[in-house]
């Protein structure tokens, strides 16, 4: 599994905290660093593409990858064409899709797109400071079907309220959420991601929020909310798979699904997080070093950092990533990693657990309460 970030974008939308960078200046030394990450890492990339699993997919995030030029699909093409076999992934912004950026799309390999959608409002969009509009958005999706590609992912957010300082009646803005999943399902991807608005402190919406200018919709909202869009995705013959994605039969992601697997990967960019089963290691947020390092070779300052992972912090992240999935984990496994006997029994007893045959899970109605679940284990 392949993950690269494309640390370049237009505009920053309100609620983001992704690395990224406005100024594309830089994506010709980027790309020359990118080529220099790459041959530094070529034995752990070569130790992945020989291992038994099939898991060979490459994702291209960001970021904004569909802002990018040529020369950067032509180092993505050629990953694909060494690394990966099977799902090739790029985020695209609707802004950005053109038949143009679709036939580049299509030379490169990429066979799965996933467009940030976020919604189909334009008051909510504009607030978000996206930089498409709903309009935009189908144009962009009717391109992507157009130019052949039968594999789109379309992004939506939910729990946030678009008027100044959060003022908005909540009956309104269910009825606005209704809409976005009633369009979405008109449209007829093969998957769709559905996010709840957090409040990252970097974040423009997170310095908005620190000044008093924004309310959280309250947690109600949000439930009811969540509450919707597994019903009406589940009726549109969506399968909800994990806390945020659903997907129509066969078309579930399988790279995130291997993250949740805790399968190996290989993140290259700015801000991109490798694994290799007990170690973890991330490139430092910082396009500057990560270019004097790759391109410059200039040694002095490393861009990365990692941590070997102790057995506390793996059982932490097994159950974390196992329970996110809505077929959960296998009941022994979860056995072996818990520690408090108690809280188990609590949750199970009251329902928050699922136990069928082997496996256990947290059911499609506590999945909105799943973190505090994961907590107490
Ligand atoms: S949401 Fe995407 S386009 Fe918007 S700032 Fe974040 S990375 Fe950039």
Redesign the pocket.
Known sequence: MIYVHFPF?????T????Y?VTDKGKEKEYNEALLGEISARKSFLDLMSSSSSDVKTLYVG???PSLAGGKFFEIMASLAARYCVGEFTV?V?PDDVTPRLVSLLRECGVNRVSM?VQSFNDVSLRWM???HNSAGAIRAYRLLREGGFDNISLDLIFGYDPAPSGTSDEADLLSLWREDLTRIISLEPEHISAYQMGIEAESLLGCRAQRGEYNEPSDELCAAQYEMLQQMLEYAGYCQYEISNFAKKGFRSKHNSAYWERVPYIGLGPGAHSFDGRCRMWNLSDIERYIAYYHYNDHSVLPFESEELDSEDIRVETIMLGLRRCEGMELSVLNDLVSDRESFNRLCSCGALAIEGDRVFIPKERLFVSDSVIREL
């Open positions: 974008c237009r505009t920053f939308c609620y983001c905290d992704f990224s960001g970021g904004t985020e912004n940030g400071n996206r930089r």
